[in-house]
Nanobody
Framework: QVQLVESGGGLVQAGGSLTLSCAVS????????MGWFRQAPGKERKFVAG????????YYAASVEGRFIISRDNAKNTVYLQMNSLISEDTAVYYC???????????????????WGQGTEVTVSS
C-alpha cells in the first residue's frame, strides 16, 4: 500500500512563497510519476504540476507556470512544490498523487493517479 503525506501548507500573504512536501511510503517511489493537484472550495480538483520518475518531463498548469516549481528527491521518497508569487486564486487544498503504473509520462487527469494524500491547506491573503 502506497501512502502519501503532504505538509507545508499554511497562511501566507499575497506575493509570498511556500514549499509543500509530499512524503511517500510503500512501493517504489523512484518508479512513480508524481503530481500535485488543488481544490478550491466548491470547485473541481485541478492539476497543478507533474513530474516523471526521473524528472526528465515536467508539466505545469498554465495558471502556475513560471511561479511554481515541482521537484523530487528519490533518495528521500519526497516530491516538492515550491510556490512563489502567490495570489489569492492559489488558495486551495493541495494534494499530491502518485501514478504507480506509469512513471515516464505526466498525467493531467486525476483519474490517472492511483494514490492520494490527505491534502494540505494553503490560504493566500490579499
Amino acid at each position: 500500500q502506497v501512502q502519501l503525506v503532504e505538509s507545508g501548507g499554511g497562511l501566507v500573504q499575497a506575493g509570498g512563497s511556500l514549499t509543500l512536501s509530499c512524503a511517500v511510503s510503500g512501493g517504489t517511489f523512484s518508479r512513480f510519476a508524481m503530481g500535485w493537484f488543488r481544490q478550491a472550495p466548491g470547485k473541481e480538483r485541478k492539476f497543478v504540476a507533474g513530474i516523471t520518475w526521473n524528472a526528465e518531463r515536467i508539466y505545469y498548469a498554465a495558471s502556475v507556470e513560471g511561479r511554481f516549481i515541482i521537484s523530487r528527491d528519490n533518495a528521500k521518497n519526497t516530491v516538492y512544490l515550491q510556490m512563489n508569487s502567490l495570489i489569492s486564486e492559489d488558495t486551495a487544498v493541495y494534494y499530491c498523487a502518485s501514478a504507480t503504473s506509469r512513471g515516464d509520462i505526466v498525467v493531467v487527469a486525476p483519474r490517472g493517479y492511483d494514490y492520494w494524500g490527505q491534502g494540505t491547506e494553503v490560504t493566500v491573503s490579499s
